[in-house]
C-alpha cells in the first residue's frame, strides 16, 4: 500500500511497537512523526497516526492535528445537510485518517471519554476515529516529569481507599507493579479498516 503511512510519536516504545505492527500487516511505510514535515503528507492518501497516552493526551497528536487540519475542517464543514444538521454519510475527507492511543487505562469507559475531550476538543475534530490499545507500564523507567504525573495519580487514587472502584484499583495495580498489555491483535480493527479502502 504505497499511498498509506503509519506515523507514531513514542516514548517508551510501545506506540512505535504497534505502529511498525501496523505498517507490516499493510505493506506500507512507517516513520516517526519527528522525522516529518506537513508537506511530506502530500502523496499519501491514508493517514494512521499513533501516540502513547500521558496525563491523558495523546503524544504527538497537536502536531499531527495541525499538519491534517485543513483536510478534517473541510470535510466537516461538507458534512451538513442544508448547512444545518451534520451527517456522517456525507463526511468524506481527501485523505483517509484515523488515530490510535497507546494507555494502560484505554479500555476504561471514562478514561476514554476523557482522551476524546482533550485531544479531539474541536467539532470538526470529532468523526476522527480513534482506536484505543492496550500499552506496557514499566515504573523503572520513568523520569522527569512523568514521574511528578504518576507520583500525583498514585496519591489521588490511594486518597480514595475504600471508595476506589474496581478500576481505579486495577489502575493502581498496574501502575505500582507495572503491566504489560501489549496485544498485536489488538491492531486488526485498524489493518482491516485500510484495507477495505485499497
Known sequence: MKNTIV???????????????????LGCEVRSIDDMKA??????????????????????IDTFIKWVKPILKDAYYHSFDEKVNFRQDFYKPSKKIACFAVGINVQNFD????????????????????????????????????KMVLKFTTKLLRDKGLNMNADERRLLERIENGCDLVDRSQIMPIVNEFKDVE
Open 7 to 25: 506515523l507514531y510519536k513514542s516514548k517508551y516504545g510501545t506506540a512505535e511497537q504497534y505502529a511498525r505492527w501496523i505498517a507490516e500487516e
Open 39 to 60: 508537506r511530506m503528507l502530500e502523496p499519501y492518501e491514508n493517514i494512521i497516526f499513533g501516540g502513547g497516552v500521558h496525563a491523558g493526551g495523546i503524544e504527538g
Open 111 to 146: 478514561a476514554r471519554a476523557e482522551l476524546r475531550k482533550v485531544n479531539f476538543d474541536k467539532k470538526w475534530l470529532r468523526p476522527v476515529t480513534c482506536y484505543y490499545l492496550d500499552g506496557k507500564f514499566e515504573p523503572e523507567r520513568v523520569q522527569g516529569a512523568d
